[in-house]
């Protein structure tokens, strides 16, 4: 005999269930979609760190905690840093990284306090902690919609900078994704690929006439890296 008649599956659409989408909810799905995003950048960047292919860098980072993933990779890039001495005239790269992290660490915080407290009238937003240093408190802050979205385009925009740290190091030209991967380039030529959904054929990934094409009118000044990235998506 079971005293819970509780079922993970059910016949009913959300539709049917829900009705229409909450402005408030749908706002809080985009903050764990975000975050998850910059998750998946910054394990990215440490396979290109550590130069061993993604399913071996999965092994390594899959069950690390966000906070260690951070610490593993700002121990690499200052291990690369001392020992490879990346040079940019044009960007200090450690100040660079150093602001990096820190919006890493905000964008953690950001999500913690939105997916960790509790919510009344979709309204006020109540986070209960029990410190050392202060003890029970509550904070109470009334929020909305707007904000929630603000929040994940915080985290959204640092991960496409996580994503990008690389080209400002040389290790990478240029970067192209479609949705279901990623590839990291270098005079043309795939330095780094991460496929996000395994059983997806070849043909899902750049063709490689096309991405040098791509490449040779964006070096040119022929192409905004906003076309570039379109033109890149468009070939798979």
Excluded at 128 to 144: A, H, P, V
Excluded at 208 to 220: K, W
Aim: glycine share 4%; proline share 1%.
């Amino acid at each position: 005999m079971s005293f819970y008649n509780i079922k993970l599956k059910s016949n009913d659409s959300f539709q049917e269930r829900i009705g229409e989408a909450e402005e408030f909810d749908a706002a809080i799905g985009r903050i764990v979609q975000s975050f998850s995003g910059l998750e998946i950048s910054i394990k990215n960047v440490i396979s290109i760190f550590l130069g061993i292919e993604s399913d071996i860098a999965k092994i390594i980072t899959e069950e690390m905690s966000f906070k260690n993933l951070i610490s593993l990779l700002s121990s690499l890039f200052k291990y690369k840093y001392m020992k490879d001495n990346f040079n940019n005239p044009e960007i200090d790269i450690e100040k660079m990284f150093k602001e990096l992290m820190s919006l890493c660490n905000n964008s953690e915080v950001y999500r913690n306090k939105i997916i960790h407290s509790q919510y009344v009238l979709k309204k006020y937003c109540v986070k209960t902690t029990s410190k050392m240093k202060k003890g029970l408190n509550t904070n109470i802050e009334e929020i909305n919609a707007d904000y929630l979205l603000d929040i994940s385009d915080y985290i959204s925009e640092t991960s496409m900078c996580v994503e990008e740290f690389p080209m400002f190091l040389g290790i990478s030209d240029f970067i192209s994704g479609n949705g279901i991967s990623v590839g990291y380039y270098k005079n043309k030529e795939v330095i780094a690929y991460f496929e996000y959904i395994n059983n997806q054929s070849q043909s899902s990934k750049t063709n490689s006439s096309e991405s040098s094409l791509a490449f040779d009118l964006f070096t040119s000044g022929s192409l905004t890296w906003a076309t570039f990235g379109l033109l890149i998506c468009s070939s798979n």
